[in-house]
């Protein structure tokens, strides 16, 4: 399975050409890095590519087994929200994604995944509400989310704003995880290159107001 | 990965439950309102109704009451996916949106019932002595709570519809009460029918015809608002 | 298309004249009667406007197609105000005839609701800045608002009410004289086609000054 886009241009009227005319492809079991600086599109990318947000022109479609797909299961995780129901706890929130997918939610698995990010006290993940937790927390809370989901690609906007230094560890280890489970994903980040280098398989630079160049 | 659209639909039920229980200021605060409405009109229609007028008075106030408090319980729909913008993730995930509105639709008229049930007893309570020989009948319930199918259908799309403009809290009455004010008038009459006495079938199969009608309509554009 | 306008309207001016001026009077209502070839005209076109928004937001909604969204504005502007001439011709021929300016008559009080809808929609335009958002919001009102009018229209039969009952489609033979009701069918032909031509005249300009808003911005920015 790969996905694959062709020819993608997107403008705000007329006083930003974010891209124009970019292509690319990602491949399963492959991490695709999106670099940039700040205003060069790369949540606009990332948006467009979780269909929340129309294209000028081009064709954005999953190729599998010679068949080709424009609407496929894909989860986004946010730079700015969480995605969050404030008032429920961490369990809750996760139960009710994992519900929406028809994944069956199992307690002990779900536990163990929390403790791995740091949710060790049973209290904190079941009981109190989401709306009382730190940024970091949220952040965690949003990741598990998205890793836990079964769908094959994964779009990830700026996801270690708020990570502390443990928590980017082990985020990268998930990835690694998430490669040998043969997901696409597509992660974004205005730095920390450095960081992501063992994992990403592409690079992708955006420059504002000039045509995307393509650096392997 | 697929979940059915009964069981995605229960989901969401479930979900919303859990959601309206663990923000209890979500029920308290239209209840709340409600009772400082029936106090002021009582205090503006003073002591001495006359006895003909006092059902019509009876209905008119709680009519009133429930078109105040039920807007702002409606207007707050979809205030917990705006929260931190599950909307967009609801969005991106692979649910049904009638599976979703379904969910929203259901909870929310029993927990609006919440509100209602308690500001009609209210009602009744700050107009007891003079009510003594007023007939309480199932059909002047009922009549509410058919109002309350058709317009929780409407409230909510409402809700979702306006949930990111700025001007969503003047916007959101101005088409709240003409579109919804078909349900509340034919209800305010069955209503005072029921309380007199008069035949009432035909208006309520009008008034339940007028809820399918306003619940296939919102259903259809909810889907168009979300993808 | 302004000169489609004025021929219209002239066409209009000249038979409302030549009603106005005709000797023949109501046996009940006296002269007021004449009203009747402005007020129903009127109150038609305000239903026909909300079918135009509803078939525009249709267009916008499900097939996406931008051009629509000018003719959807125009449409709610006009039938706004056709909206409010229904009510005041209607006032001035309740006066008379019922005794009152207003009663809270169902028919009265839906048009009335129907007036504050328009009148809301335009809000909603304003507030809604980008098309996108106009696209989605504005069209699905549109469709909410035109689900409003056979409610108006039944509310004679469901809801007991002071107006006339349906007289002019009805399936029987209508109880209106022909010398009033031949008259009556020209002036609401030539209302509508005014009306539809005020649209078309309105949807133009609002067209002209998005294009020019473009201009304007592509200028700035280049």
Same mark, same amino acid.
């Given at each position: 399975?790969?996905?694959?886009?062709?020819?993608?241009?997107?403008?705000?009227?007329?006083?930003?050409?974010? !891209?124009?005319?970019?292509?690319?492809?990602?491949?399963?079991?492959?991490?695709?890095?999106?670099?940039?600086?700040?205003?060069?599109?790369?949540?606009?990318?990332?948006?467009?590519?979780?269909?929340?947000?129309?294209?000028?022109?081009?064709?954005?479609?999953?190729?599998?087994?010679?068949?080709?797909?424009?609407?496929?299961?894909?989860?986004?995780?946010?730079?700015?929200?969480?995605?969050?129901?404030?008032?429920?706890?961490?369990?809750?929130?996760?139960?009710?994604?994992?519900?929406?997918?028809?994944?069956?939610?199992?307690?002990?698995?779900?536990?163990?995944?929390?403790?791995?990010?740091?949710?060790?006290?049973?209290?904190? !993940?079941?009981?109190?509400?989401?709306?009382?937790?730190?940024?970091?927390?949220?952040?965690?809370?949003?990741?598990?989310?998205?890793?836990?989901?079964?769908?094959?690609?994964?779009?990830?906007?700026?996801?270690?704003?708020?990570?502390?230094?443990?928590?980017?560890?082990?985020?990268?280890?998930?990835?690694?995880?998430?490669?040998?489970?043969?997901?696409?994903?597509?992660?974004?980040?205005?730095?920390?290159?450095?960081?992501?280098?063992?994992?990403?398989?592409?690079?992708?630079?955006?420059?504002?107001?000039?045509?995307?160049?393509?650096?392997? | 990965?697929?979940?059915?659209?009964?069981?995605?639909?229960? +989901?969401?039920?479930?979900?919303? /439950?859990?959601?309206?229980?663990?923000?209890?200021?979500?029920?308290? /605060?239209? @209840?709340?309102?409600?009772?400082?409405?029936?106090?002021?009109?009582?205090?503006?229609?003073?002591?001495?109704?006359?006895?003909?007028?006092?059902?019509?008075?009876? +209905?008119?106030?709680?009519?009133?009451?429930?078109?105040?408090?039920?807007?702002?319980?409606?207007?707050?729909?979809?205030?917990?996916?705006?929260?931190?913008?599950?909307?967009? +993730?609801?969005?991106?995930?692979?649910?049904?949106?009638?599976?979703?509105?379904?969910?929203?639709?259901?909870?929310?008229?029993?927990?609006?019932?919440? +509100?209602?049930?308690?500001?009609?007893?209210?009602?009744?309570?700050?107009?007891?002595?003079?009510?003594?020989?007023?007939?309480?009948?199932?059909?002047?319930?009922?009549?509410?709570?058919?109002?309350?199918?058709?317009?929780?259908?409407?409230?909510?799309?409402?809700?979702?519809?306006?949930?990111? @403009?700025?001007?969503?809290?003047?916007?959101?009455?101005?088409?709240?009460?003409?579109?919804?004010?078909?349900?509340?008038?034919?209800?305010?009459?069955? /209503?005072?029918?029921?309380?007199?006495?008069?035949?009432?079938?035909?208006?309520?199969?009008?008034?339940?015809?007028?809820?399918?009608?306003?619940?296939?309509? /919102?259903?259809?554009?909810?889907?168009?608002?979300?993808? | 298309?302004?000169?489609?306008?004025?021929?219209?309207?002239?066409?209009?001016?000249?038979?409302?004249?030549?009603?106005?001026?005709?000797?023949? =009077?109501?046996?009940?209502?006296?002269?007021?009667?004449?009203?009747?070839?402005?007020?129903?005209?009127?109150?038609?076109?305000?239903?026909?406007?909300?079918?135009?928004?509803?078939?525009?937001?249709?267009?916008?909604?499900?097939?996406?197609?931008?051009?629509?969204?000018?003719?959807?504005?125009?449409?709610?502007?006009?039938?706004?105000?056709?909206?409010?001439?229904?009510? =005041?011709?209607?006032?001035?021929?309740?006066?008379?005839?019922?005794?009152?300016?207003?009663?809270?008559?169902?028919?009265?009080?839906?048009?009335?609701?129907?007036?504050?809808?328009?009148?809301?929609?335009?809000?909603?335009?304003?507030?809604? *800045?980008?098309?996108?958002?106009?696209?989605?919001?504005?069209?699905?009102?549109?469709?909410?608002?035109?689900?409003?009018?056979?409610?108006?229209?039944?509310?004679?039969?469901?809801?007991?009410?002071?107006?006339?009952?349906?007289?002019?489609?009805?399936?029987?033979?209508?109880?209106?004289?022909?010398?009033?009701?031949?008259?009556?069918?020209?002036?609401?032909?030539?209302?509508?086609?005014?009306?539809?031509?005020?649209?078309?005249?309105?949807?133009?300009?609002?067209?002209?000054?998005?294009?020019? *808003? *473009?201009?304007?911005?592509?200028?700035?920015?280049?």
């Amino acid at each position: 399975m790969k996905l694959c886009v062709k020819n993608l241009s997107f403008s705000y009227g007329f006083y930003s050409q974010l !891209f124009d005319h970019l292509s690319f492809e990602v491949e399963e079991g492959e991490c695709l890095f999106i670099g940039g600086a700040n205003g060069s599109g790369k949540t606009t990318l990332l948006r467009i590519l979780a269909g929340l947000q129309d294209f000028s022109s081009g064709n954005i479609h999953v190729e599998r087994a010679g068949k080709f797909f424009s609407r496929f299961p894909r989860e986004y995780l946010q730079t700015e929200s969480n995605g969050l129901f404030c008032h429920l706890s961490a369990f809750q929130n996760l139960r009710f994604w994992l519900d929406t997918q028809g994944q069956k939610v199992n307690l002990d698995t779900l536990s163990k995944e929390a403790c791995e990010w740091g949710f060790t006290n049973p209290f904190v !993940f079941k009981s109190l509400a989401v709306k009382r937790f730190s940024t970091g927390m949220k952040k965690k809370l949003s990741l598990m989310r998205v890793f836990l989901s079964e769908a094959p690609i994964l779009l990830l906007d700026e996801p270690l704003n708020g990570l502390d230094e443990t928590s980017c560890h082990l985020f990268f280890k998930k990835l690694e995880q998430l490669k040998e489970r043969k997901k696409i994903i597509i992660l974004s980040s205005h730095g920390r290159l450095g960081l992501c280098e063992k994992v990403i398989s592409h690079k992708l630079f955006l420059s504002s107001f000039e045509e995307a160049r393509r650096v392997e | 990965m697929k979940c059915s659209f009964l069981k995605q639909t229960v +989901v969401f039920m479930k979900h919303y /439950a859990r959601c309206e229980l663990s923000s209890k200021e979500r029920f308290f /605060a239209p @209840l709340l309102f409600s009772a400082t409405l029936l106090v002021m009109f009582n205090f503006s229609f003073g002591e001495s109704i006359p006895r003909g007028y006092m059902v019509n008075i009876f +209905v008119a106030e709680v009519f009133i009451t429930l078109l105040f408090s039920l807007q702002l319980s409606f207007m707050r729909q979809f205030d917990l996916e705006s929260e931190d913008n599950a909307f967009e +993730v609801l969005r991106v995930s692979n649910v049904s949106y009638y599976a979703l509105f379904l969910g929203k639709y259901f909870v929310s008229v029993i927990s609006i019932l919440c +509100v209602v049930l308690p500001s009609v007893f209210l009602a009744w309570f700050f107009l007891a002595a003079d009510l003594v020989d007023v007939e309480f009948s199932f059909y002047f319930y009922f009549s509410i709570f058919a109002a309350l199918l058709g317009l929780s259908a409407l409230g909510s799309l409402i809700s979702a519809l306006l949930q990111k @403009l700025s001007g969503r809290e003047l916007l959101y009455p101005l088409f709240f009460y003409p579109l919804g004010s078909p349900l509340f008038l034919l209800a305010q009459q069955i /209503a005072l029918f029921a309380l007199e006495g008069k035949e009432i079938f035909s208006l309520l199969l009008v008034l339940l015809g007028l809820d399918l009608f306003y619940l296939v309509l /919102a259903l259809l554009l909810f889907d168009e608002i979300m993808t | 298309m302004m000169k489609v306008v004025f021929f219209f309207f002239f066409c209009l001016v000249l038979v409302w004249g030549s009603f106005l001026a005709s000797s023949q =009077v109501d046996v009940l209502q006296g002269e007021v009667y004449k009203i009747l070839y402005i007020h129903v005209p009127n109150a038609l076109c305000a239903f026909f406007s909300s079918f135009l928004l509803f078939l525009s937001s249709l267009f916008i909604l499900l097939g996406k197609k931008k051009k629509f969204l000018p003719y959807a504005k125009a449409s709610a502007d006009i039938g706004f105000i056709f909206t409010l001439l229904t009510l =005041v011709t209607g006032s001035i021929w309740g006066k008379p005839t019922w005794g009152t300016w207003w009663t809270w008559d169902a028919r009265l009080t839906t048009t009335f609701l129907l007036a504050i809808l328009y009148g809301a929609y335009h809000f909603l335009w304003q507030v809604a *800045e980008t098309t996108e958002k106009r696209m989605k919001i504005c069209s699905v009102i549109g469709i909410l608002i035109f689900a409003d009018i056979p409610i108006i229209y039944k509310s004679v039969s469901w809801w007991r009410t002071l107006h006339q009952p349906p007289s002019l489609f009805v399936a029987s033979s209508s109880p209106m004289s022909s010398s009033i009701y031949w008259p009556l069918v020209v002036s609401i032909i030539l209302t509508l086609l005014f009306s539809l031509s005020l649209i078309v005249r309105r949807a133009n300009n609002l067209k002209l000054a998005e294009t020019l *808003e *473009e201009k304007a911005m592509k200028s700035s920015f280049s």
